[in-house]
């Protein structure tokens, strides 16, 4: 059975960290990219951020990029987010998400349940 894990959510005040960690089982972890998606309420899904599954390149989302970091550990089948400087339009629901072509594709196979995050201001 396939299953994608994500931990790590919490209320956090703005200014401060989290990491997220994604645990990934059912599948070839290293034959897949692995994509970080928000849902704040009222909104539709975004994808922040994605790591390959063959040279490791990284993708951020502009809002993201050099606050937050993806990293993969494949001997784990896991990939975290770190995520410093949060702000309060942080405020969502985080999933990731897996597939075997690559982080460029816009529909990814394999989805996680999803971790709260909830900046406060």
């Known amino acids: 059975e396939v299953q994608l894990v994500e931990s790590g959510g919490a209320l956090v005040q703005a200014g401060g960290s989290l990491r997220l960690s994604c645990v990934a089982s059912?599948?070839?972890?290293?034959?897949?990219?692995i994509g970080w998606f928000r849902q704040a309420p009222g909104s539709e899904r975004e994808k922040i951020s994605c790591i390959s599954n063959n040279d490791g390149s990284t993708y951020y989302e502009y809002s993201v990029k050099g606050r937050f970091t993806i990293s993969r550990d494949n001997a784990k089948n896991t990939v975290y987010l770190q995520m410093n400087s949060l702000k309060p339009e942080d405020t969502a629901d985080y999933y990731c998400a897996a597939d075997r072509r690559g982080c460029s594709t816009r529909y990814f196979t394999y989805w996680g349940q999803g971790t709260q995050v909830t900046v406060s201001s």
């Open positions: 059912g599948f070839t972890f290293d034959d897949y990219a």
